[in-house]
């Protein structure tokens, strides 16, 4: 039998969280899959979840073993904290970038207002939603179109 050091759990527990956060969220929440696109922001975020998601391991590993890893929080929290910075301040994210985690996040919103559209008995909601639709791919296509032109 394998015994995994508390180094080794929580890399693997930070590298699959953040797997899941920046691939898998996307493909279950997006329209459809061409619209997932790989952005800086969308990394910065998903180190945000990865890094929360082990300090949460690391808390309840220190709390079953009474013992307190400060080195760990202190790398984890720097993690966390880098990140949340890296991304209020759009760090490395030039147009191009900024283009595809737009695309991507309205194409978030598109699958929700459709099945408000089809479930919601409220006129005034439905009109909303189309209208909301409407604009939503109405961006996405520019969107689209600006990531191809060379000189954005």
Same mark, same amino acid.
């Given at each position: 039998? !394998?015994?995994?050091?508390?180094?080794?759990? +929580? $890399?693997?527990?930070?590298?699959?969280?953040?797997?899941?956060? *920046?691939?898998?969220?996307? *493909?279950?929440?997006?329209? =459809?899959?061409?619209?997932?696109?790989?952005?800086?922001?969308? #990394?910065?975020?998903? /180190? !945000?979840?990865?890094?929360?998601?082990?300090?949460?391991?690391? $808390?309840?590993?220190? %709390?079953?073993?009474? !013992? &307190?890893?400060?080195?760990?929080? /202190? #790398?984890? /929290?720097?993690?966390?904290?880098?990140?949340? #910075?890296?991304?209020?301040?759009?760090? /490395?994210?030039?147009?191009?970038?900024? +283009?595809?985690?737009?695309?991507?996040?309205?194409?978030?919103?598109? +699958?929700?207002?459709?099945? &408000?559209?089809?479930?919601?008995?409220?006129?005034? +909601?439905?009109? %909303? $939603?189309? =209208?909301?639709?409407?604009?939503?791919?109405?961006?996405?296509?520019?969107?689209?179109?600006?990531?191809?032109?060379?000189?954005?």
């Amino acid at each position: 039998m !394998v015994l995994l050091s508390l180094y080794q759990i +929580l $890399a693997i527990i930070f590298t699959i969280t953040f797997i899941i956060n *920046y691939y898998v969220v996307s *493909y279950v929440t997006c329209d =459809t899959t061409e619209n997932v696109t790989d952005s800086v922001g969308k #990394m910065y975020i998903s /180190f !945000v979840v990865a890094g929360l998601v082990t300090l949460v391991e690391l $808390a309840i590993n220190d %709390f079953s073993t009474n !013992v &307190t890893n400060w080195a760990l929080y /202190f #790398m984890l /929290f720097l993690v966390v904290g880098a990140s949340i #910075m890296m991304y209020r301040t759009q760090t /490395f994210i030039d147009g191009k970038q900024y +283009l595809r985690f737009v695309l991507e996040n309205d194409s978030k919103c598109l +699958l929700p207002t459709l099945k &408000t559209i089809e479930n919601s008995d409220s006129k005034r +909601l439905t009109d %909303f $939603a189309r =209208t909301y639709m409407k604009q939503s791919k109405s961006n996405m296509t520019y969107s689209k179109n600006l990531m191809a032109d060379p000189n954005v």
